[in-house]
């Protein structure tokens, strides 16, 4: 686990799950890959806290890797599950997954992802729309950010000076720049999200599957629209 900021932890190995620690309880955002969840477990302990102290579970996106542990934690625990209406028939198990827009330029991939185990089917209890302001455990506004997935979503935490909880809808390369990501695809969509997110005011930013940014986020991604 690594902390990111007061009250917000990244647990997972080459996935990100968020744990937002606050006074109304516990809120995961994301869950990492089917029969990881010691991960977030153990995550949990090591801050003090129980799991069925996790009130929320919020999610970024229908894909294995963000949605696996849902099953597991929701069973434990009375948490409202809340996601995209996009993504939600996804979660709960009535539609396919889409795949990421790589899939489309490297079909390999495709056999690759078979490879996970599945995650199991979820109800999904609040759907979530785009300006939302939920006041959990941590005040998160809600951004559509699809492209990755027709319903993707990323969170601004209002802590810290902000804190963008990206997803998979940008990365970062091995300078430190925002940059699309190995998984997405230069669409029209992908790039107006980018953009999207570079609307917001923030000083760290947090991702599926690449390192936080510390500081300077969203000049970070400013730049990276301008460069689109
Ligand atoms: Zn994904």
């Known amino acids: ?12 190995k080459g996935y990100q799950a968020f744990i937002i620690d ?6 995961l955002v994301d869950t990492g890959l089917p029969k990881k969840t010691d991960h977030i477990l153990d995550g949990l302990a ?16 229908a894909h294995v890797d963000h949605i696996g542990g849902l099953g597991v934690i929701r069973s434990l625990t009375d948490a409202e599950v809340m996601c995209s209406q ?5 979660v709960q198990g009535d539609a396919e997954m889409t795949p990421p827009p790589v899939m489309v330029r490297f079909p390999f991939l495709k056999i ?40 993707h979503m990323s969170f ?23 940059v699309r990501g190995l998984f ?28 936080p940014i510390r500081s300077g986020a969203s000049g970070a991604f400013a730049s990276a629209a301008a460069d689109l």
Not at 86 to 90: R, S, T, V
Not at 156 to 178: H, Q
Not at 188 to 193: V, Y
């Open 1 to 12: 686990m690594e902390k990111v900021t007061n009250g917000l932890y990244q647990v997972g």
């Open 22 to 27: 606050g006074d109304e309880g516990v809120t």
């Open 46 to 61: 090591a801050i003090g806290r129980k799991v069925d102290d996790v009130k929320h579970i919020v999610i970024t996106h």
């Open 86 to 90: 996009e993504d939600a028939p996804a």
């Open 112 to 151: 690759m992802l078979k490879m996970f185990p599945e995650a199991s089917p979820v109800p999904v209890d609040r759907l979530l729309t785009p300006g939302d302001e939920l006041a959990l455990s941590g005040d998160l506004t809600v951004l559509a950010t699809p492209g990755h997935t027709p319903g």
């Open 156 to 178: 601004l935490l209002d802590r810290s000076g902000g804190v963008m909880i990206v997803g998979d809808a940008a990365s970062v390369n091995k300078k430190g720049e925002v």
């Open 184 to 211: 997405n695809a230069p669409t029209p969509q992908i790039d107006a999200s980018i953009r999207a997110i570079a609307v917001y005011d923030f000083d760290m930013a947090v991702f599926g599957h690449a390192p």
